[in-house]
């Protein structure tokens, strides 16, 4: 099976390196490479780790230092991987993208070649926007939909969607499945499921079952590929 995982930013770091939390996602991809799984790993992050080692205390409003937060924090994230998935026998490469990459044909050619290489060679991707160059012109903007669009140049058959919630909530409650997004946007923007609406529009665009989960788990992700309901699953057919 083909699978995307999404993870964000609160996910990895919260003042500082959540390492449990990444030990744990890295062991998890891992062993689903070894059970013969397909996966590709889209990372936020960068921009936080960067403002962590420079002793930024709240994210750059202006363009420039975002970008240059970025460029700081894009290898140190990497690094971090490198080292830990290092221990699980697996190489990784990162793969910087940007919305030209994904508009132009023959670049998203090459970005398709790129992947199935790296699969064949048996390397983890390790995706993230180009933080360090994007501008409005060519930016996808968050990582949800990166990750949709990353679902579909692999053509992969699952997306997840790791959160700091345990799925799409209605009322407080967990929706187990959603099979019609027109049903549900209202509920999107309510303040209670955070960052929803981009996690909704990447089930729209990605052709690929999506499931929003709790990451501060994730070897929950076995549970999933064992068929048990974890989260909101969006299946739009």
């Known amino acids: 099976m083909k699978i995307v995982i999404k993870v964000g930013t609160s996910t ?9 939390v990444v030990d744990e996602l890295v062991k998890t991809i891992a062993e689903l490479r ?3 799984h397909y996966v590709v790993l889209v990372s936020s992050g960068a921009i936080s780790v960067g403002c962590h080692r420079l002793g930024i205390p ?21 690094a971090i991987y490198e080292e830990k998935f290092k221990k699980h026998g697996k190489p990784i490469g990162q793969v910087l993208l ?17 992947f199935a290489a790296l699969h064949e060679l048996g390397i983890v991707p390790i995706v993230n926007e180009n933080d360090t160059v994007a501008v409005d012109e060519i930016v996808v903007g968050d990582n949800d939909t990166l990750s949709a669009y990353v679902a579909n140049i692999i053509n992969a ?19 187990g499945e959603i099979t019609c997004l027109a049903d549900v946007w209202e509920h999107a923007g309510d303040g209670r499921c955070g960052g ?7 089930a729209e665009i990605a ?19 064992g068929g048990k309901q974890i989260g909101t699953l969006i299946n739009l057919g």
Do not use: W
């Not at 990895?12 to 449990?20: C, M, T, V, W």
């Not at 919305?99 to 044909?105: A, E, G, R, T, V």
């Not at 052709?207 to 929003?212: D, E, G, L, P």
């Open 12 to 20: 990895l770091f919260n003042g500082g390196l959540r390492e449990p």
């Open 34 to 36: 070894d059970s013969g």
């Open 58 to 78: 709240e994210r750059p409003k202006k363009l420039p230092h975002k970008q240059a937060a970025a460029a700081v924090g894009q290898s140190l994230l990497m």
């Open 98 to 114: 940007t919305k030209n990459c994904l508009d132009n044909d023959e670049k998203y050619q090459h970005t398709v070649n790129t």
């Open 157 to 175: 058959d699952l997306l997840i969607l790791l959160s700091d919630v345990d799925g799409f909530m209605i009322n407080g409650v967990v929706i």
């Open 196 to 202: 929803m609406i981009t996690k909704l529009r990447a």
């Open 207 to 225: 052709n690929a079952k999506t499931i929003i989960m709790m990451g501060s788990n994730p070897k929950q992700i076995h549970d999933v590929m």
